[in-house]
């Protein structure tokens, strides 16, 4: 499966972005889906994921109550949804497909990085 995630920007603090990350082939449904971000001089660290049938949500305890992810199955696309930004929240953020759900840099495939700037 590719990946292509999209949406980033330049925003002000306590903002709100969407990311969107479109699966292409006729397997998304397949994959649990994952966003991870990293930031400068940092390593990529895990920060949503989204079981395959969405029954099943994870957040990393940084991002909670902050950022909601979902998905769209007709669309093939899944999205993180990233509400009250703060300058910490500042990275290149990427989407990712797995089989199954792990919270570590484990996965089959990756889509190519989106870069949210967040000023204060």
């Known amino acids: 499966v590719q990946l292509q995630a999209s949406g980033g920007g330049l925003v002000q603090a306590g903002s709100s972005l969407r990311l969107s990350c479109a699966a292409s082939g006729r397997t998304f449904s397949s994959y649990a889906m994952s966003w991870f971000r990293q930031a400068p001089g940092k390593e990529r660290e895990f920060i949503a994921a989204?079981?395959?049938?969405?029954?099943?949500?994870y957040y990393a305890n940084s991002v909670k109550g902050q950022f909601t992810i979902s998905r769209d199955y007709a669309n093939n696309t899944v999205y993180l949804q990233m509400n009250s930004l703060k300058p910490e929240d500042i990275a290149v953020y990427y989407c990712a497909a797995r089989l199954r759900i792990v919270a570590n840099t484990d996965y089959d495939y990756w889509g190519q990085g989106t870069q949210v700037t967040v000023s204060s």
């Open positions: 989204i079981s395959r049938g969405s029954v099943t949500t």
